[in-house]
C-alpha cells in the first residue's frame, strides 16, 4: 500500500469548510484513497473513498487531483462536533483488506 | 440495525494473565478484522477472519490468536499479557468484497 503524508494538525472555524490535504504520490493505478476519522476515544469511522474521480456523500466530498498524487477531504460546514483525527489510507480495494493507518491530521474546530 | 459491537468495554488485567476480547459484526458482513491502537498512535493491523479461518495477519506474536463462529462472530485472545498489551482492541467488519470496514467502540484493556 502506498505511503501518505498528511499535516500533524489543522484548525478550523466552525461554519467553515474544512479542507485536510493528503500526498499519496507512490499511489499505484489500482489503489483507492480512503478517509476515516476517529473522535476522541471511539473506534474510527469510515467517511468516503475514491479511485479517480471525485466523490461526495452526506459527510464529505473527496477531491483526487488528475495525477492521483495528492487529494484533500473537504467537510463543507464544519461543526464541533467534526473535532477529530482524520486518516487518509490508500489501499487496494482487492485481496488483503487491512487498512495502514498513519498518524492522521488533528482537526480542531473552533467556535 | 446494530452496527459493530464489542465486550467488554473496559477490562484490567495483570502481567501473565490471559484474556479474551469479543466481537459482533455488523448485520450482513461476514469478514472481521482486529486492531490494536496504542495511546496516541493510529490502529495497527492485528489479523482478519472470514469463513473461520485466519486469511492475513499483522506483525504480531503468536501470543494473539483468534477464532471466527459460523455466526460471524469473533475473539480475540491475548495469552501470557505484558505491560506493552495495554491498549484500545478495535473490531471491524465488512462484507468479503468490499473495502469499507466498519469499527466497534472499541476494548480498553489495560495490563498493571
Known amino acids: 500500500d502506498a505511503k501518505t503524508t498528511q499535516p500533524t494538525s489543522m484548525d478550523c472555524a466552525e461554519g467553515r469548510a474544512a479542507n485536510l490535504p493528503c500526498n499519496h504520490s507512490?499511489?499505484?493505478?489500482?489503489?483507492?484513497v480512503y478517509w476515516y476519522r476517529q473522535i476522541h476515544s471511539q473506534g474510527p469511522q469510515y467517511i468516503i473513498h475514491?479511485?479517480?474521480n471525485n466523490e461526495t456523500n452526506e459527510m464529505a466530498s473527496l477531491i483526487i487531483t488528475e495525477d492521483r498524487k495528492s487529494s484533500t477531504l473537504i467537510l463543507p460546514h464544519a461543526t464541533l462536533r467534526d473535532t477529530a483525527v482524520y486518516y487518509c489510507?490508500?489501499?487496494?480495494?482487492?485481496?488483503?483488506?487491512?487498512?495502514?493507518f498513519g498518524q492522521g491530521t488533528r482537526l480542531t474546530i473552533n467556535p | 440495525d446494530a452496527g459493530v459491537t464489542q465486550s467488554p468495554t473496559h477490562l484490567i488485567k495483570t502481567r501473565g494473565q490471559q484474556v479474551t476480547l469479543r466481537c459482533s459484526p455488523k448485520?450482513?458482513?461476514?469478514?472481521v478484522s482486529w486492531y490494536q491502537q496504542a495511546l496516541g498512535q493510529g490502529p495497527q493491523f492485528i489479523f482478519q477472519?472470514?469463513?473461520?479461518?485466519?486469511?492475513q495477519r499483522g506483525n504480531f506474536p503468536d501470543r494473539f490468536s483468534g477464532h471466527q463462529f459460523p455466526n460471524y462472530s469473533s475473539e480475540l485472545n491475548v495469552n501470557a499479557l505484558l505491560l506493552g498489551d495495554s491498549a484500545l482492541y478495535l473490531c471491524?467488519?465488512?462484507?468479503?468484497?468490499?473495502?469499507?470496514?466498519?469499527f466497534g467502540p472499541g476494548t480498553r484493556l489495560t495490563v498493571t
Open positions: 489510507i490508500v489501499r487496494f480495494i482487492q485481496g488483503a483488506q487491512k487498512l495502514v
Open positions: 448485520s450482513g458482513h461476514d469478514t
Open positions: 471491524a467488519s465488512n462484507p468479503r468484497g468490499r473495502g469499507e470496514q466498519y
Open positions: 475514491g479511485l479517480k
Open positions: 507512490t499511489i499505484s493505478g489500482n489503489e483507492y
Open positions: 477472519y472470514y469463513e473461520e479461518e485466519e486469511r
